[in-house]
């Protein structure tokens, strides 16, 4: 299925997703067919489209998570746009994740860290550095106070958006910082 196939399918939100994902992409110049984690599910907006973009992607969330932001269908949406067989699920908590050094050639939390236990972010970037390795990157989407606005409306109790920097206090790594279109993009390498 093509980009405009899986728009009509996810909805709205999926266009603003994979032209924020797009930057993130156009700066980071990733082999095709590389494997990527995808961290914290949802609904599976983010993994599609890694998974459209012809990346080889493991997502998950823990199984613990009761919020309302887990334990979506997404492999029912995979299915509809056609990209099942590129992602695999596992179920794992962030800040422990069961993954062996340099599996990965980037992580990306879209969305994610802010929901991620205030206690727990920065072993979460610990462990998205350990698994990707030196050559890696971690991809950090934030949103932007005009996309929290929008979602404030809908869900007032939504979290604030996370200060990836605040996390990183320590770590020997540079920052890139882009802007999407409702997200700020945060991409770390090890320096
Ligand atoms: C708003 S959803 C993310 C949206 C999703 N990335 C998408 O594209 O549809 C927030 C996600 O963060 C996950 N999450 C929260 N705490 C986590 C943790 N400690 N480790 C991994 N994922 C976590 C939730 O389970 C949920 O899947």
Known sequence: MTMEAAKQ???????????????ALAAMGLPPGAKVLDVGTGVGNFAIFL?????????GEPDTDTSRYARH???????????????RFEAFNASQ????????????FYGVLHHIDEAERAAALREALRVT???GAVVIFEPTQDTLRQIWSN?????????????????D???????????????????
């Open 133 to 135: 390795g030196p050559n």
């Open 73 to 87: 269908d997404w492999a029912a949406n995979a299915h509809a746009v056609g990209v099942a067989k590129q992602i």
């Open 97 to 108: 994740m069961p993954f062996d050094p340099n599996t990965f050639v980037a992580v990306f």
């Open 173 to 191: 790594v540079s920052e890139q910082k882009l802007t999407g279109q409702r997200m700020d993009i945060f991409i770390y390498r090890m320096a």
């Open 9 to 23: 399918h996810m909805g709205a939100m999926f266009e603003y997703i994979a032209a924020d994902g797009l930057v």
């Open 51 to 59: 998974a459209l973009q012809g990346f080889d992607v493991l997502t």
């Open 155 to 171: 869900d007032p109790g939504h979290p604030l958006a996370a200060s990836p920097a605040l996390y990183t206090a320590g770590l």
